[in-house]
T-cell receptor
């Protein structure tokens, strides 16, 4: 599996967009990019995933570069409740091995 | 609709004792997982099971054994607990398909003295 690199921590002002980067320079053509987040000590929660195209759902947007070597998770209007650790994962569709890495601790400040 | 249920939620063991963490899911998922999370760290995969009757090692399998009892249940056993195994343990299950998102239990906090 390709590995991912994320900054250990980021701050964002409440109401502003939070842009969380992820580097996956060794990603293979059939590997998807997934994002999860973990609030406090709860189990992680799925946010979004994508292969090549940008994706948007009710929680966030995912921007994947054309060469697929990096991606950005965008929370368009961050709230205090978005304070969490965000994990970027790459995975081949038929591979059941799901590894999380260290993630980025996002702190949304008033 | 319970989702993923883990028991016990809290446990204190002495070094050398054994115990089993139980996990059950009611979503008819094929794949199940055990992770551990140490304070201030990310999740690390211990073992996973892609389907009933199969198990595979993850990143940190040493000191643990698993059993996929049936499609619903996936247990994690510590045969001889060590202080280094003090952690929060999460069980998860995953459905089929490209989205195949993980659903997590609430976690089990284990302390080994």
């Amino acid at each position: 599996d390709a590995k991912t690199t994320q900054p250990p921590s980021m701050d964002c002002a409440e109401g502003r967009a939070a842009n969380l980067p992820c580097n996956h320079s060794t990603i293979s053509g059939n590997e998807y990019v997934y994002w999860y987040r973990q609030i406090h000590s709860q189990g992680p929660q799925y946010i979004i995933h994508g292969l090549k195209n940008n994706e948007t759902n009710e929680m966030a947007s995912l921007i994947i570069t054309e060469d697929r070597k990096s991606s950005t998770l965008i929370l368009p209007h961050a709230t205090l409740r978005d304070t969490a650790v965000y994990y970027c994962i790459v995975r081949v569709d038929n591979n059941n091995d799901m590894r999380f890495g260290a993630g980025t601790r996002l702190t949304v400040k008033p | 609709n319970a989702g993923v249920t883990q028991t016990p939620k809290f446990q204190v063991l002495k070094t050398g004792q054994s115990m089993t963490l139980q996990c059950a899911q009611d979503m008819n998922h094929n794949s199940m997982y055990w992770y551990r999370q140490d304070p201030g760290m990310g999740l690390r995969l211990i073992y996973y099971s892609a389907s009933e009757g199969t198990t595979d090692k993850g990143e940190v399998p040493n000191g643990y054994n698993v059993s996929r009892l049936n499609k619903r249940e996936f247990s994690l056993r510590l045969e001889s607990a060590a202080p280094s195994q003090t952690s929060v343990y999460f069980c998860a299950s995953r459905g089929r398909g490209i989205r195949g998102e993980l659903f997590f239990g609430e976690g089990s906090r284990l302390t080994v003295l």
